[in-house]
């Protein structure tokens, strides 16, 4: 695979809720037999390789093979059978090159097995015993009684665990001056990944806004239905209690693009700004949150760049970074 993408194609499949998972194996894990299947979204993929030839780095991560050099550009490689517990069977034979959050490297891989597309429909949070490196399960038979299940790999949780001095608190001084927010309203957050809440969580705080969470689309749209109903039971506006929605795209059950259209669909929430919040960048999808109306949209993760688009946003300001 390489930059032979349909990239404008795959775009497109966000206006019907529907995305492209790159399946890959990375072996068993210990006391198995079976070869466990995981996925990416192919937008985070920019090439898949032979393993190239890796240079041991000094004193790095147990999770790091090395660094390789692709056509000029030197990234670190994941060992990522062993971040995610497993043993491959005939070693590691594939890097995949991925591209997100800013930054680019490699990942290790046993083998890799197709390409497949799905609705977000098909994606279900993980159970938290599955282990905080899975973001979500997917079904790769658009039924809900399919066996055919899929672990979608939470990679913002794997770059913390495998570079955490890269990943640290939020503090004041990262988001600078208070956001100003009127009186008794909250941001709404969603985001599938539990270690992206968590800097959302802090960035919010240490902006002075009360906010609450959800884990998918479909949970935000709930919580938010029932606060515009409340609302206009009560003669107010949905925007009086939900200042702002945050969202990231990629979610299980509904993603940020169909919660984007849907808040600005309905006559209650239309006047919500929504800033979108993702790893997966580029001038395409920025046409698409654009187009689906948004106010904003930013990539992860840099606490200043995301304060500095919650605030223009608050303020009316359209902003893209």
């Not at 270690?195 to 959800?214: D, H, N, P």
């Amino acid at each position: 695979m390489d930059s032979g993408f349909a990239i404008d194609e795959r775009t497109r499949l966000t206006s019907t809720n529907q995305f492209e998972l790159l399946l890959f194996r990375l072996g068993a894990a210990p006391g198995s037999e079976v070869g466990e299947v995981f996925g990416i979204n192919v937008f985070k993929v920019r090439e898949i390789l032979s393993m190239p030839a890796i240079t041991p780095i000094a004193a790095s991560s147990p999770y790091v093979l090395g660094a390789a050099n692709i056509r000029g550009q030197v990234m670190p490689v994941i060992d990522l059978p062993r971040l995610m517990g497993c043993e491959p069977a005939t070693g590691l034979n594939i890097l995949l090159v991925t591209e997100f959050a800013r930054s680019t490297q490699g990942f290790a891989l046993e083998s890799v097995d197709e390409i497949v597309r799905l609705e977000w429909s098909q994606v279900l949070t993980a159970d938290v015993t599955m282990g905080n490196r899975v973001t979500s399960i997917a079904r790769l038979e658009n039924d809900p009684e399919s066996t055919k299940l899929v672990q979608v790999v939470d990679v913002e949780q794997v770059l913390r665990d495998v570079f955490p001095a890269q990943h640290g608190a939020v503090v004041a001084e990262d988001v600078g001056e208070p956001a100003m927010i009127p009186p008794g309203a909250k941001v709404l957050a969603a985001d599938d990944s539990g270690f992206a809440r968590e800097l959302i969580g802090q960035s919010l705080k240490a902006l002075g806004v009360e906010y609450t969470m959800a884990k998918t689309g479909l949970e935000a749209w709930k919580q938010l239905d029932a606060i515009a109903t409340s609302a206009e039971r009560d003669g107010v506006r949905a925007k009086d209690r939900i200042a702002l929605v945050l969202t990231d795209l990629e979610m299980p059950e509904m993603d940020g693009f169909t919660l984007t259209r849907k808040i600005k669909a309905d006559p209650r929430t239309v006047d919500i700004p929504v800033v979108i919040h993702s790893s997966l960048t580029g001038t395409a999808n920025e046409a698409h949150v654009k187009n689906a109306g948004a106010s904003g949209y930013v990539a992860k993760f840099a606490a200043g760049d995301l304060a500095g688009a919650i605030r223009s946003a608050l303020a009316g300001k359209p902003i893209y970074a």
